[in-house]
C-alpha cells in the first residue's frame, strides 16, 4: 500500500516516512501543497496524512482540492492546531480522522491501520490457492502454517497476490514497494524475491513465485505438471 506525508517539516515527516516505511507500507512525502497536488495526479494512494500548515496553502483548502477528485483516499489531518473548533472543522471539511501534535507514532500507526480497514475498498485477506495474507494483522500462512516476513518482503508478496497471474515488473515492484525510481542497476528486487521464495516456495513441491522472462515476476496457483503420455512401439 502506498500513501503520502504532507508535510513542510523535514524532521517531522522524515520520523513519519520511516516508521510507515517500517511497517511496510510504500510512502512519498510532498512539503507544500504544489507538490502534494503533483502526487495526487499522478498516483493513487491508499491513504494520505496532512499538515494544516503548509507554507503556499491553507491545509484545509489543500483537503477541499483532495476531496474535489473522483478518487479520493482516506485523509488523516496531523496537526499542531489542537483546539476543539479546529479538529471539528478538519473533519467537517473532509478529514476522515485528526491526529494533534506532538503524537506517539503507535498510535498513529493504529489510525491508519483504521482508517485502511475502513476506507480502502480492497479485502484485508488476501488468497491465492493455500496461500493467505493477512493485510490488518499482517500475517502470511501456506497451507495452514505460518510464515513470517520481513516488512517488504510482506509487501512484495501483498503486491503479487493483488495481482496474480500478472506479470509484474522490476520497475512496478520498486517503485510500489520503495520509495525510489528503479536504475536497472539494482539487483534489489531479484534478492528479495530469493528471500521470498525461500520461505513460501522451497519447502513446497508445487511452485507460487514464476519468473517470466525478459518482464519480471508473477504469483500464480500452482498447477501439478500434466501426465506425458507413453509411447509404445509400433505394433504393440
Not at 506517539?104 to 480502502?120: D, I, K, N
Not at 525510489?180 to 513460501?200: A, C, Q, S
Not at 516456495?201 to 504469483?219: A, C, E, H
Request: proline share 6%; glycine share 6%.
Amino acid at each position: 500500500m502506498r500513501m503520502l506525508v504532507i508535510e513542510d517539516e523535514a524532521r517531522i515527516s522524515d520520523f513519519v516516512r520511516r516508521g510507515l516505511e517500517s511497517a511496510g507500507y510504500a510512502v512519498d512525502v510532498a512539503p507544500d501543497g504544489a507538490t502534494a497536488m503533483d502526487h495526487v495526479h499522478v498516483t493513487e494512494y491508499d491513504l494520505i496524512i496532512l499538515d494544516l500548515m503548509l507554507p503556499d496553502i491553507d491545509g484545509l483548502a489543500l483537503l477541499e482540492k483532495i476531496r474535489n477528485r473522483r478518487a479520493s483516499p482516506p485523509v488523516l489531518i496531523l496537526s499542531a492546531r489542537d483546539a476543539v473548533d479546529d479538529r471539528v472543522k478538519g473533519l467537517e471539511y473532509g478529514a476522515d480522522d485528526y491526529l494533534v501534535k506532538p503524537f506517539a507514532f503507535v498510535e498513529l500507526l493504529a489510525r491508519v491501520r483504521a482508517l485502511l480497514r475502513r476506507g480502502t475498498p480492497t479485502p484485508e485477506r488476501l488468497q491465492v490457492g493455500e496461500l493467505t495474507l493477512d493485510c490488518i494483522r499482517r500475517k502470511v500462512a501456506r497451507n495452514g502454517e505460518n510464515i513470517e516476513l520481513a516488512p517488504k518482503e510482506f509487501s512484495i508478496l501483498e503486491y503479487m497476490m493483488r495481482n496474480q497471474g500478472r506479470p509484474l515488473s522490476r520497475t512496478m515492484i520498486v517503485e510500489h514497494v520503495w520509495d525510489v525510481e528503479y536504475d536497472g542497476l539494482t539487483n534489489i528486487v531479484d534478492v528479495y524475491i530469493r528471500h521470498l521464495r525461500g520461505k513460501i516456495d522451497d519447502k513446497y513441491p508445487l511452485k507460487m513465485i514464476q519468473t517470466v522472462r525478459g518482464v519480471g515476476y508473477m504469483l500464480e496457483v500452482p498447477t501439478a505438471a500434466a501426465p506425458q503420455p507413453v509411447e509404445t512401439a509400433a505394433g504393440a
